[in-house]
């Protein structure tokens, strides 16, 4: 089935303690995003990625890292995280091009930072 | 950035209904997206107009696209309680989403 998992799908940490939200795609897709959700805000790119070892910032990368060295995995981390990280964070990805494909989203990960 | 912004923000209807749900955005495009979410789920795909067409249907969806109004509206007929969720609509490649519409539909 094709699909995008998300790991973990919950998670409460403290701040300052670098977690990793992994995501991985089995449709060999090059490009691939991290959104985050938030009430009131909607939702805001983080990063994406082209291809292997391509990777660029979205709209609101501040306090996040991404890799991007296999074209099935793109993990999110979070070096430090801090209570306005808490979110829920969707992982997405598509075939290349100028976008005339639909995208394909993760089932979301709630991050909770106390 | 390329920003959709969906309109109402929420919308309660009866069963049977037509809902109509619109979305601008800022700058040129190659492609408008519609996407669903279910509470606290993922988005689902729903519907891809490009910029060269003006109307596309899919089952009980149909999506206008107007470039010189830089719009597009979706409308659902027949609604059912299960089409409750929230709607987004994105363009382009970096789908930058609104905040979405809030579709409630009464049994």
């Known amino acids: 089935e094709a699909q995008v998992t998300q790991n973990p799908r919950y998670l409460i940490t403290v701040t300052g303690k670098k977690l990793t939200v992994t995501c991985s795609q089995n449709?060999?897709?090059?490009?691939m995003s991290w959104y985050r959700q938030d009430p009131g805000l909607g939702l805001r790119q983080i990063y994406y990625s082209m291809n292997v070892e391509v990777t660029d910032k979205g709209d609101v990368p501040e306090g996040y890292k991404v890799s991007r060295k296999e074209k099935r995995n793109f993990p999110l981390i979070l070096e430090s995280p801090s209570p306005n990280q808490t979110s829920l964070y969707f992982c997405?990805?598509?075939?290349?091009?100028?976008?005339?494909?639909?995208?394909?989203f993760g089932p979301g990960t709630r991050l909770t930072v106390l | 950035s390329q920003q959709g912004e969906e309109d109402p923000q929420a919308l309660s209807i009866q069963e049977g209904e037509n809902a109509t749900m619109n979305c601008s955005y800022k700058?040129?495009?190659?492609?408008l997206q519609w996407y669903r979410q279910n509470s606290g789920r993922g988005l689902v795909h729903l519907i891809l107009i490009r910029s060269n067409e003006r109307e596309k249907h899919s089952g009980r969806l149909r999506v206008t696209l107007d470039t010189s109004k830089k719009s597009s509206s979706l409308l659902i007929t027949a609604s059912r309680a299960a089409d409750t969720a929230s709607y987004f609509c994105?363009?382009?490649?970096?789908?930058?989403f609104g905040k979405g519409i809030t579709l409630s539909v009464r049994p």
């Open positions: 994105g363009a382009n490649s970096k789908l930058t």
């Open positions: 700058t040129s495009i190659n492609n």
């Open positions: 449709m060999n897709h090059e490009y």
């Open positions: 997405a990805s598509r075939l290349p091009g100028q976008g005339n494909y639909e995208q394909f």
